[in-house]
């Protein structure tokens, strides 16, 4: 009974192809971001180091930069082209549904669910819940992906 419920709601091709562009940005964000930042971090060598250098200033500094760049790399890039890294690969792209151009504070308010991953799989939950093809924080920013036909 549930295969048959979800096999109604996930035939959407661009489900798909949102969440490889999605996996595709990632990485791009720990190439671009994270491995350079990764140097100004300890590195713990034991299970219990881990836990002492959490509460460390320089690893919570560091944790707060990624989270910012990141959500620059997703706001900026949708702000000045419609896509990001993984939309172009995947054909997709972001638009405004106000005005013809998508303004900075809609794509920083479409990308927040972006930092934390609970966040994103709930949003996209609701995606589906709701089978609009947007995602929550899509509709509070009044935007939307398409296919880019070309």
């Not at 707060?64 to 990141?70: A, D, F, G, K, T």
């Amino acid at each position: 009974m549930i295969f048959f419920e979800m096999k109604k709601i996930l035939p959407n091709v661009a489900l798909w192809k949102r969440i490889i562009a999605y996996l595709i940005d990632l990485l791009v964000i720990s190439f671009l971001i994270m491995t350079p930042l990764m140097r100004f971090t300890e590195r713990p060598a034991t299970f219990s180091e881990i836990f002492t250098s959490i509460t460390s200033t320089q690893t919570i500094t560091v944790s707060i930069l990624v989270s910012l760049l990141s959500l620059f790399y997703w706001a900026y890039l949708e702000y000045k082209f419609g896509q990001s890294v993984g939309k172009i690969i995947m054909k997709l792209s972001v638009k405004s549904t106000l005005r013809k151009k998508l303004s900075f504070t809609q794509t920083v308010i479409r990308s927040i669910t972006k930092l934390s991953t609970i966040l994103i799989i709930l949003d996209t939950l609701y995606m589906l819940y709701k089978k609009g093809n947007q995602r929550y924080f899509e509709i509070i920013s009044k935007t939307k992906v398409i296919e880019v036909k070309k």
